[in-house]
T-cell receptor, first 120, second 112 residues
Framework: NAGVMQNPRHLVRRRGQEARLRCSPM?????VYWYRQLPEEGLKFMVY????????ESGMPKERFSAEFPKEGPSILRIQQVVRGDSAAYFC??????????????????FGPGTRLTVL | DQQVKQNSPSLSVQEGRISILNCDYT??????FLWYKKYPAEGPTFLIS?????DKNEDGRFTVFLNKSAKHLSLHIVPSQPGDSAVYFC???????????FGPGTSLSVIP
């Protein structure tokens, strides 16, 4: 059973370019979360998506950042007109979330290996 | 406003001894707590979780204790092994599928 897949693992962009980060959740998982880890900091929540729906985007910067999780294909985190401050590790996590079930380890978020974005 | 705190940035323990990592939280709405382990250049790996209806959960060498009245949890690793050397993140959420709020991490070094 493959885990959460993220690609690319490393991405280098120049200021002003666009960055696209992809995340394929674990098989059977319909919920995707994106987190960012800035240098020397902990992980910060960005956005939580279901298929074709954004559930919670309270951690997303208001401008230049967007996320989607289409019916088919991976989840995409898109950063337009990147700046040096966007350099970070971006982690995706997925969970199955079974409605009506109480707290269970099956709801736990499992993380991918991350994409390390470097903005020159 | 840091809702999940890990006040020890680092911890060193002898191999075979117990490692105790501590975590405090401020949001009383948190109902689900997790510990993740992270190696450099890798994603966090889920270790163990506990819901607020329990005060202890054990999985092999790892035990998590929750003191809800004190808003405190701890992770015990016994016996500690060199392969346990990593950064450990305490995390919390309002439900098991809600966004997870992470602490800043504690870097554990297990000395052979």
């Amino acid at each position: 059973n493959a885990g959460v897949m993220q690609n690319p693992r490393h991405l280098v962009r120049r200021r002003g370019q666009e960055a696209r980060l992809r995340c394929s959740p674990m098989k059977g998982h319909s919920h995707v979360y994106w987190y960012r880890q800035l240098p020397e900091e902990g992980l910060k929540f960005m956005v939580y998506l279901q298929k074709e729906n954004i559930i919670d985007e309270s951690g997303m910067p208001k401008e230049r950042f967007s996320a989607e999780f289409p019916k088919e294909g991976p989840s995409i985190l898109r950063i337009q007109q990147v700046v040096r401050g966007d350099s970070a590790a971006y982690f995706c996590a997925s969970s199955p979330k079974v409605a009506g079930v109480g707290t269970s380890s099956t709801d736990t978020q499992y993380f991918g290996p991350g994409t390390r974005l470097t903005v020159l | 406003d840091q809702q999940v705190k890990q006040n020890s940035p680092s911890l060193s323990v002898q191999e075979g001894r117990i490692s105790i990592l501590n975590c405090d939280y401020t949001n009383s709405m948190f109902d689900y707590f997790l510990w993740y382990k992270k190696y450099p250049a890798e994603g966090p790996t889920f270790l163990i979780s506990i819901s607020s209806i329990k005060d202890k959960n054990e999985d092999g060498r790892f035990t998590v204790f929750l003191n809800k009245s004190a808003k405190h949890l701890s992770l015990h690793i016994v016996p500690s092994q060199p392969g346990d050397s990593a950064v450990y993140f305490c995390a919390a959420s309002k439900t098991s599928y809600d966004k997870v709020i992470f602490g800043p991490g504690t870097s554990l070094s297990v000395i052979p």
